[in-house]
C-alpha cells in the first residue's frame, strides 16, 4: 500500500513523504530511501514494492527543491538561503524519527542515490547509530581542489544573477560531458541508463529534470567537500554495513574510480563490513537498469545477509 504523509522541518517546510508498507503483516526492517537531484521518490515505487513483498517496508521523502515538495515553481532546484546541505540531512532524520515511531525497534536501512548519496554519507557520519546499514547507489567522490574552484564560481555566478536563477553554466559544469562516453546518443540523458523507455519516463516527467539553481550548485559543492573530510568520515560507525551499487560506466562515479575512493576511505576510517558491486556496463541508475532484476535480488540478499 502506497500512502503519501508529510513531515514539517524545523523551519517550516513541509516534507512531501510517501511510505510503501502491508498492514497485515510486521517489517522485518524498514528502507529509507533519499533520492537522486532533478528526481522524486515516487519513481522508487517498483523497488519499493518489490521490498514490500519481501517483508521490507519503504519509507522517503521528496527533498527540499524537489518533486511535491517544491510547491511553487521558483523553489524547484533550490535548497535554502543557508546551510542548504545540512537542512537536507536534518529532513532525513526527521524521517528517520517518524519512522521509528510508526515501528520502534525494527531495523532502519538508508538508501540513497547520487546526490541522496551524498547526502547520507553526511547522515551517518552525524546519526550513524541511528542506522542498521546504508547502500549508496551511483556515488563517487570529486577532487576537493575542483569542488572549492567550484564553490567559487557558484558564489560568483549567485552574485551576478541571484541565488534563485537557474545556473546553466554551473549545470554544463558539472553533468555536461556525461554524455559523451555514450555518443551517439538518442537523447541528453541516455547517461542515466541503457533502458530507453525509463530514459523516455524521465525526459518526460515533469518533476524530472530542469537546470538548478546558483546556489543549489554552491550548497552540493559544499557538502561534497565536507563529506571527503578524514575527520568527518571517522564519525561514521566502525560496525555501520556499507554497500556500494554502481555501474562501471556511470560518469557520476568515475567509471568506478570515484566509486572505489570512497570504499578505501570508509575502510582506511575502520568500518568492518564494507563492499560494493559494479555491474558491467551499466550507467548511473542501476535501479532503472536493464539488468534491473539482478540489482533487485543483490541488494534484497545483502540485506538479509545483515
Not at 83 to 99: A, H, P, R, S, W
Request: net charge neutral; charged share 25%.
Amino acid at each position: 500500500m502506497e500512502t503519501a504523509f508529510t513531515v514539517q522541518a524545523s523551519d517550516g517546510v513541509e516534507l512531501s513523504c510517501i511510505k510503501w508498507i502491508d498492514e497485515t503483516r510486521q517489517p522485518r526492517m524498514i528502507l529509507q530511501i533519499s533520492h537522486g537531484m532533478a528526481e522524486h521518490i515516487r519513481r522508487y515505487a517498483a523497488f519499493a514494492q518489490m521490498l514490500v513483498g519481501e517483508g521490507i517496508f519503504v519509507y522517503g521523502n521528496d527533498h527540499r527543491g524537489h518533486g511535491y515538495t517544491a510547491e511553487k515553481k521558483e523553489d524547484r532546484g533550490y535548497f535554502a538561503d543557508e546551510n542548504g546541505f545540512g537542512k537536507v540531512v536534518e529532513d532525513l532524520y526527521l524521517v528517520t524519527q517518524q519512522i521509528k515511531k510508526e515501528y520502534p525497534g525494527t531495523p532502519v536501512v538508508l538508501f540513497g542515490h547520487s546526490m541522496g548519496s551524498f547526502l547520507i554519507r553526511r547522515y551517518a557520519q552525524l546519526y550513524g547509530r541511528e542506522l542498521h546499514g546504508m547502500i549508496l547507489s551511483g556515488t563517487g567522490d570529486n577532487a576537493i581542489p575542483l569542488l572549492k574552484i567550484g564553490k567559487l564560481l557558484a558564489r560568483l555566478e549567485m552574485k551576478a544573477k541571484g541565488r534563485k536563477t537557474p545556473s546553466l553554466f554551473l549545470n554544463n559544469l558539472s553533468f555536461g560531458k556525461f554524455n559523451k562516453p555514450f555518443r551517439p546518443t538518442r537523447t541528453p540523458f541516455d547517461w542515466l541508463t541503457r533502458n530507453e523507455k525509463d530514459v523516455d519516463k524521465y525526459i518526460a516527467d515533469p518533476l524530472c529534470g530542469g537546470i538548478f539553481t546558483g546556489r543549489f550548485f554552491y550548497d552540493l559543492y559544499t557538502g561534497s567537500e565536507m563529506i571527503q573530510k578524514e575527520e568527518n568520515i571517522a564519525k561514521v560507525p566502525k560496525d555501520l554495513p556499507i554497500l556500494f551499487i554502481s555501474g562501471d560506466k556511470d560518469p557520476v562515479g568515475g567509471n568506478t574510480k570515484g566509486v572505489l575512493q570512497a570504499y578505501e576511505a570508509f575502510r582506511a576510517a575502520g568500518v568492518h563490513d564494507v563492499s560494493y558491486i559494479f555491474y558491467k556496463d551499466g550507467r548511473h541508475e542501476m535501479l532503472h537498469e536493464i539488468n534491473q532484476k539482478e540489482v533487485y535480488s543483490d541488494i534484497v540478499r545483502w540485506l538479509e545477509e545483515r
